[in-house]
T-cell receptor, first 113, second 115 residues
C-alpha cells in the first residue's frame, strides 16, 4: 500500500531564510510521481512542483525545489528566500501506477517577519 | 469556466438527511478524485474514477457514502443518513490520464455542516 509521511506538523521560519519541508513515502510501484501542493488560509489547493520517479534531476520551479532521494524514499520541498506569503499548509502527495493520488497530513508553515 | 467546479459551495443539513455533492471536472480530464478535509487536517482520499469506473473505493468511510460518474464527466458524491462526523470540506480534483506527469486541478470544495 502507498503511504506518505510528513513528520513536521508545524514550522516557524524567519523571513528570507530557506526552509525544508520533509516528506517520505512508501510504495512498491517502480514508477510513481511525487507532488507538492500549497494550501493558504483561503483553502484553495495550489500545485507547486512535480518529480517523476525516473527523473534524474531534482525538479525546480522558481524558489521551489524538490530534494529527491530515491533510495531513502524522500521528497523534501525546499523553499529558498522565504516570504511572508509562503505561510500556508503544505502537502506532499504521491501518484502510483494505478493513478491513485494520496496525500500526507501536511505541514503548517509560518513565516515570521 | 475552465477550472473544476463544485456545487454547492456550502451545505448545512440536519443529522439523518441525505446530501449530494457535485463535481464538474475540466473538460477532457478522464481522472476524477474525491477527498475529504476536516478542519486543519490533511486530505483523506475517498474515491477516484478513471472514466466512469472507480478502481479504488477503499477510502469511502462507510456504506453511507457512494459516488458515481456518468459520461466521463460530472461526478456526484452521495452521503446517506448524514452524521455530525461527516462535517468537513469535500474536495474534488481532476487530471489528464498520462503515463507520467499527472497534475491534479482542484475545485474550491463543498463545505458540509451536519447539525
Amino acid at each position: 500500500a502507498q503511504k506518505i509521511t510528513q513528520t513536521q506538523p508545524g514550522m516557524f521560519v524567519q523571513e528570507k531564510e530557506a526552509v525544508t519541508l520533509d516528506c517520505t513515502y512508501d510504495t512498491s510501484d517502480q514508477s510513481y510521481g511525487l507532488f507538492w501542493y500549497k494550501q493558504p488560509s483561503s483553502g484553495e489547493m495550489i500545485f507547486l512542483i512535480y518529480q517523476g520517479s525516473y527523473d534524474e534531476q531534482n525538479a525546480t520551479e522558481g524558489r521551489y525545489s524538490l530534494n529527491f532521494q530515491k533510495a531513502r524514499k524522500s521528497a523534501n520541498l525546499v523553499i529558498s528566500a522565504s516570504q511572508l506569503g509562503d505561510s500556508a499548509m503544505y502537502f506532499c502527495a504521491m501518484r502510483g501506477l494505478d493513478d491513485k493520488i494520496i496525500f500526507g497530513k501536511g505541514t503548517r508553515l509560518h513565516i515570521l517577519p | 469556466g475552465a477550472g473544476v467546479s463544485q456545487s454547492p459551495s456550502n451545505k448545512v443539513t440536519e443529522k439523518g438527511k441525505d446530501v449530494e455533492l457535485r463535481c464538474d471536472p475540466i473538460s477532457g480530464h478522464t481522472a476524477l478524485y474525491w477527498y475529504r478535509q476536516s478542519l486543519g487536517q490533511g486530505l483523506e482520499f475517498l474515491i477516484y474514477f478513471q472514466g466512469n469506473s472507480a478502481p479504488d473505493k477503499s477510502g469511502l468511510p462507510s456504506d453511507r457514502f457512494s459516488a458515481e460518474r456518468t459520461g466521463g464527466s460530472v461526478s456526484t458524491l452521495t452521503i446517506q443518513r448524514t452524521q455530525q462526523e461527516d462535517s468537513a470540506v469535500y474536495l474534488c480534483a481532476s487530471s489528464r490520464m498520462t503515463s507520467s506527469y499527472n497534475e491534479q486541478f482542484f475545485g474550491p470544495g463543498t463545505r458540509l455542516t451536519v447539525l
